[in-house]
């Protein structure tokens, strides 16, 4: 059971790029968000989604698009890379609101 | 807007001895309360939770309280061990999928 898959686990951008970055889960969790980590600042929620075909924005939105075609995959896209969003990226599944979430090994995101 | 405050930020601690870390939410509202470790290079883990109708869980050497009245949770490590070596995150739920997260206390254990 591979629980979360993050890919890749490094990148290094050039800033004005754009890139996705992916996420799978096998566990059949209709609950689904996209965090990112910096030094500091504990985990911040960027985008969630609580079923195929339903996204949300979380804390820190600006710069980040996602979607949700199917219940297993959450892909983040950054549209126009900027130096402000390197940080380390986690995504996260859980079966319900109130329900232990499930992270992903995270993607390093360097922005030069 | 709601927060969560996690204190201390860095602790240091003697193999046997106790941790304790500390958490101030500020919604009300707020009815689940896990805590996560990570490990380095690694994402966040649960390692225990509790719910607003609880006040104390524990599970072997791991123990959480929860004083909803002064919206305070805490994390209890006994007999610390040098694997208890990490960054803890407490994380605050409110209705929903509002999840609001401490900024994590890094944890080491000398042996």
């Known amino acids: 059971n591979a629980g979360v898959t993050q890919t890749p686990k490094f990148q290094v951008l050039k800033t004005g790029q754009s890139m996705t970055l992916q996420c799978a889960q096998d566990?059949?969790?209709?609950?689904m968000s996209w965090y990112r980590q910096d030094p500091g600042m504990g985990l911040r929620l960027i985008h969630y989604s609580v079923g195929a075909g339903i996204t949300d924005q979380g804390e820190v939105p600006n710069g980040y698009n996602v979607s949700r075609s199917t219940t297993e995959d959450f892909p983040l896209r950054l549209l126009s890379a900027a130096p402000s969003q390197t940080s380390v990226y986690f995504c996260a599944s859980r079966q319900g609101a109130w329900t232990e979430a499930f992270f992903g090994q995270g993607t390093r995101l360097t922005v030069v | 807007g709601e927060n969560v405050e996690q204190h201390p930020s860095t602790l240091s601690v003697q193999e046997g001895d106790s941790a304790v870390i500390k958490c101030t939410y500020s919604d009300s509202a707020s009815n689940y309360f896990p805590w996560y470790k990570q490990e380095l290079g690694k994402g966040p883990q649960l390692i225990i939770d509790i719910r607003s109708n609880v006040g104390e869980k524990k599970d072997q050497r791991i123990a959480v309280t929860l004083n909803k009245t002064a919206k305070h949770f805490s994390l209890h490590i006994t007999e610390t061990q040098p694997e208890d070596s990490a960054v803890y995150f407490c994380?605050?739920?409110?209705?929903?999928?509002?999840?609001?997260f401490g900024a994590g206390t890094r944890l080491f254990v000398k042996a």
């Open positions: 566990m059949n969790h209709e609950y």
């Open positions: 994380a605050a739920i409110t209705g929903g999928f509002k999840t609001i």
